[in-house]
């Protein structure tokens, strides 16, 4: 719910770099966690799973005032991220081609650093990130046909290797609307159009019979050039605040995946992913001697459909959040705390689904820099 706020800093809308303080700095930094339960159905119907962990940074920023009307900030994000182990056995009966085995792997993600800046007034201000993103990505796949006429496994590899980087900008709009001394309205919009990313591409496709020593060389490229066209994405926002107490709001984004291309070519089941999220704060009171009643409260919940077609059916994904925020005594900063469950796929309709729990941690650290003391 980081867009919709109209008081908070957040990476995701550029334009609230100009809520800091024009006297202090804030440092940021985020990790979390996830466990997922991946299940799916055999042949014969029969529900088979596999967990898996992973950790990861979240995002480390610092952001601080030039004037009292232009903010900045910098750092590091993770964009994406890669990583799946999928085996599969089936019999074919046309063309007696009989047993096959089907082994995919992937790994690799997409990091960015980013410089961001905000102009405007705490009502109305606009911002926008310079990003230069990089990663990598590997993929392979086998195919085994086991039941050959020399009655040796016939096995089709191909390996793809793809490294890419670039340069893209992403904006964003937030205005607030008073409503009342208790009451207001924020609105928020982000905007990141299309862009390019430039490509170095190996691959190496193989078919080979190991156990005779038979290996053939099918296809093969080594630092093929070219560039991914990236999608644009659009996300709005809306919030209902009473000032000190609690705020309400919604987020809706979506991300054309439709205009995605890879060295020109359009990649197949791919639709726009769509997203909506609802979310609430019940915000603390940091004089209070409860130290219950300084904590904020926060309860969230997200449903969507992702940019991947499974089987000519959607691939839906849902979840609620839960979190608090704990305030340092004396100063601004905080520690955040957040726990989601959710799920992605549906096992009934062919899919593989993806039970998951992911835990964030953050800290945000604010200081004042810019004072000059009254006493040395």
């Not at 063309?95 to 089907?102: A, F, H, R, T, V």
């Not at 096995?155 to 890419?164: A, D, I, M």
Request: glycine share 8%; net charge positive; proline share 3%.
């Amino acid at each position: 719910m980081g867009l919709v706020s109209v008081s908070d800093l957040t990476i995701k809308n550029p334009a609230s770099y100009i809520n800091l303080d024009s006297l202090m700095v804030n440092f940021e930094v985020s990790m979390y966690g996830l466990y997922s339960k991946l299940s799916e159905k055999n042949l014969d119907e029969e529900i088979v799973t596999a967990n898996t962990n992973s950790a990861s940074l979240g995002h480390i920023s610092f952001a601080f005032p030039i004037t009292p009307w232009l903010k900045s900030c910098f750092g590091l994000t993770p964009h994406s991220n890669m990583g799946y182990n999928v085996f599969r056995t089936q019999t074919t009966d046309s063309n007696n081609i009989g047993s096959e085995w089907l082994n995919n792997q992937g790994q690799g993600g997409l990091n960015q650093v980013f410089l961001g800046f905000a102009v405007g007034t705490s009502r109305i201000s606009a911002g926008a990130n310079i990003n230069y993103q990089f990663g990598s990505f590997v993929r392979n796949a086998q195919l085994l046909f086991l039941d050959t006429v020399l009655h040796v496994p016939l096995t089709t590899e191909l390996s793809k290797f793809l490294e890419v980087a670039g340069f893209f900008v992403d904006f964003g709009v937030r205005y607030r609307q008073p409503l009342s001394n208790r009451y207001q309205l924020g609105f928020g919009v982000t905007y990141t159009p299309k862009y390019s990313l430039n490509a170095t591409r190996n691959q190496l496709e193989l078919s080979t019979m190991r156990e005779i020593n038979i290996i053939d060389t099918i296809y093969a490229t080594n630092a093929q050039k070219g560039t991914l066209q990236m999608p644009d994405m659009y996300t709005f926002g809306l919030s209902f605040e009473r000032l000190n107490r609690w705020v309400v709001g919604a987020e809706y984004s979506i991300v054309n995946f439709k205009n995605y291309r890879e060295y020109g070519h359009a990649e197949q089941n791919l639709s726009n992913a769509q997203m909506f999220r609802l979310g609430m704060e019940l915000k603390g009171r940091r004089l209070n001697n409860n130290f219950m009643n300084r904590l904020s409260y926060r309860f969230g919940y997200h449903y969507g459909r992702s940019h991947v077609d499974f089987h000519d059916s959607e691939l839906t994904q849902y979840g609620v959040s839960f979190g608090f925020g704990m305030p340092v005594r004396r100063s601004q900063s905080r520690v955040d705390f957040a726990i989601e469950f959710g799920r992605k796929g549906n096992i009934n309709s062919g899919q593989i689904q993806d039970n998951y729990g992911r835990i964030i941690i953050g800290i945000s650290a604010f200081d004042r820099w810019f004072m000059r003391p009254k006493f040395d």
